[in-house]
């Protein structure tokens, strides 16, 4: 079974605080994708990052970034000197990539984490 | 510029309407998808279509069809809406290779639907 825990339902920080959003994953797939989604309160879903089960480094872009760690099945996300823009919900999910009928293509998300950043 | 765009964006009708919400992408993605978002639910998968004229059920397709008739467009029917079906729609499209998803998903702006 496929299955994205965000443990964190809100976090409200101050500007410039840094700030990591929890993600935990569960699957039997050997080969999968992770990614993370923002929603700002605009209601759009905005794209992040993609990472590839077979990939550990950590990434880094700007302000943002991703440790992914196959041990123990988390992908958290950190926003350094975070910023009122980055008020959001973010979505971790998951995506097994074989043909398995119905699950396939499918994004597996999570509940997902409100982020408050205050100024 | 690549996008999916969805059709209406903000929609209130009431039970027993018939409705579509359009969705088109513009970047040849062979897959294409429908989810719901509701509080505390994150997003559900109603339908998936690999390519044109093959689609099949997600999650939560009860009360939804779909059709690919075309390979840009996958629209969302409600034949009968009912108050459980008020949610915000995701439309969504990536490329495949063979019968794999290869790409990314990227998401339509969502449609808020209201059934009263």
């Known amino acids: 079974a496929q299955k994205v825990t965000q443990a964190q339902t809100e976090i409200s920080v101050v500007e410039k605080e840094d700030v990591t959003l929890d993600c935990v994953y569960e699957t039997r797939d050997t080969t999968y994708y992770l990614f993370w989604y923002k929603q700002p309160p605009s209601g759009e879903l905005v794209f992040l990052i993609r990472?590839?089960?077979?990939?550990?480094q950590n990434e880094i872009s700007g302000r943002y970034s991703w440790n992914f760690q196959k041990s123990t099945s988390s992908f958290n996300f950190t926003i350094t000197a975070s910023q009122v823009v980055d008020s959001a919900v973010y979505f971790c999910?998951?995506?097994?990539?074989?043909?398995?009928?119905?699950?396939?293509?499918?994004?597996?998300f999570g509940r997902g984490t409100q982020l408050t950043v205050w100024p | 510029e690549a996008q999916v765009t969805q059709n209406p964006r903000y929609l209130i009708t009431v039970t027993g309407k018939k409705l579509t919400v359009t969705c088109s992408q513009n970047m040849n993605h062979e897959y294409m998808s429908w989810y719901r978002q509701d509080p505390g639910l994150g997003l559900r998968q109603i339908y998936y279509?690999?390519?044109?004229?093959?689609?099949d059920k997600g999650d939560v397709p009860e009360g939804y069809k779909v059709s690919r008739k075309e390979k840009r467009n996958f629209p969302l029917i409600l034949e009968s809406p009912s108050p459980n079906q008020t949610s915000l729609y995701f439309c969504?499209?990536?490329?495949?290779?063979?019968?794999?998803?290869?790409?990314?998903?990227?998401f339509g702006p969502g449609t808020r639907l209201t059934v009263l």
């Open positions: 990472r590839n089960s077979f990939d550990e």
């Open positions: 999910a998951l995506s097994p990539p074989a043909d398995r009928g119905s699950t396939l293509g499918r994004l597996y």
């Open positions: 279509s690999m390519n044109v004229e093959v689609t």
């Open positions: 969504a499209s990536s490329l495949m290779g063979g019968r794999i998803v290869t790409d990314t998903q990227y």
